[in-house]
């Protein structure tokens, strides 16, 4: 099948158990070392959700396509770090993907800016993630969106032949 056509990004919402095929599909097919730390998935595939990964936790961001059609563009998992009630002013991105046919059309801005508002909705102040050494593209979106490097875990990962950094990322979600 070819690939869709992007046309305009839909508002942000949150999963619903529904959208789990297409989730799997693409995570599967976003699957690479620049950014994955888990094997390439093989069958028979695991859910995309399960008791630790509930759809609540994940925003995603659809697409108007050619046709009249929408397809999932992008999704971005929005977690607590620990359940301590010490680190509940914070959250952190557990997950964020877009489908090679949507990249650079905004979706991750646009995924970003929904998990600041849930985040703050749900009382954070803080928000942090965790990103590849060796990964521009999304090292470039957080520095565009304010994130700032808070540590480095040098040579965390083996992947692809190489030790790879593990970079801690973070910024307020105060104004
Ligand atoms: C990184 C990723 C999420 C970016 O998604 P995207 O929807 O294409 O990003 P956007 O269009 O919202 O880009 C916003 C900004 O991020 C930066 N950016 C995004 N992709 C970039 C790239 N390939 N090179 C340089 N800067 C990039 C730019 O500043 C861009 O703003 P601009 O288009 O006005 O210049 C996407 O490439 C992806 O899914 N990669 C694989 C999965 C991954 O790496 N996830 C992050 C795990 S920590």
Same mark, same amino acid.
């Given at each position: 099948?070819?690939?869709?056509?992007?046309?305009?990004?839909?508002?942000?919402? @949150? #999963?619903?158990?529904?959208?789990?095929?297409?989730?799997?599909?693409?995570?599967?097919?976003?699957?690479?070392?620049?950014? $994955?730390?888990?094997? &390439?998935?093989?069958?028979? %595939?695991?859910?995309?959700?399960?008791?630790?990964?509930?759809?609540?936790?994940? @925003?995603? #961001?659809?697409?108007?396509?050619?046709?009249?059609?929408?397809?999932?563009?992008?999704?971005?998992? @929005?977690?607590?770090?620990?359940?301590?009630?010490?680190?509940?002013?914070? !959250?952190?991105?557990?997950?964020?993907?877009?489908?090679?046919?949507?990249? !650079?059309?905004?979706?991750? &801005?646009?995924? *970003?800016?929904?998990?600041?508002?849930?985040?703050?909705?749900?009382?954070?102040?803080?928000?942090?993630?965790?990103? *590849?050494?060796?990964?521009?593209?999304?090292? $470039?979106? %957080?520095?565009?969106?304010?994130? $700032?490097?808070?540590?480095?875990?040098?040579?965390?990962?083996?992947?692809?032949?190489?030790?790879?950094?593990?970079?801690?990322?973070? !910024?307020?979600?105060?104004?």
């Amino acid at each position: 099948m070819s690939a869709p056509h992007f046309r305009s990004l839909l508002p942000v919402r @949150l #999963a619903v158990p529904q959208d789990e095929s297409a989730l799997g599909e693409l995570d599967r097919a976003t699957w690479s070392t620049l950014h $994955a730390v888990q094997p &390439r998935p093989v069958p028979p %595939y695991e859910p995309f959700f399960d008791a630790r990964h509930r759809p609540e936790e994940f @925003l995603l #961001a659809e697409a108007a396509t050619g046709a009249g059609g929408t397809h999932i563009a992008g999704y971005l998992r @929005l977690a607590r770090p620990t359940p301590l009630a010490c680190n509940a002013h914070v !959250r952190q991105i557990q997950g964020l993907a877009v489908a090679g046919w949507a990249r !650079r059309h905004g979706v991750a &801005r646009a995924l *970003l800016h929904a998990a600041y508002a849930e985040a703050r909705r749900q009382g954070a102040g803080r928000l942090t993630l965790r990103v *590849l050494g060796h990964n521009a593209p999304a090292r $470039a979106l %957080y520095a565009a969106e304010g994130f $700032a490097v808070e540590g480095v875990l040098p040579g965390e990962f083996f992947l692809g032949g190489r030790y790879v950094d593990d970079v801690l990322m973070g !910024r307020s979600l105060e104004d």
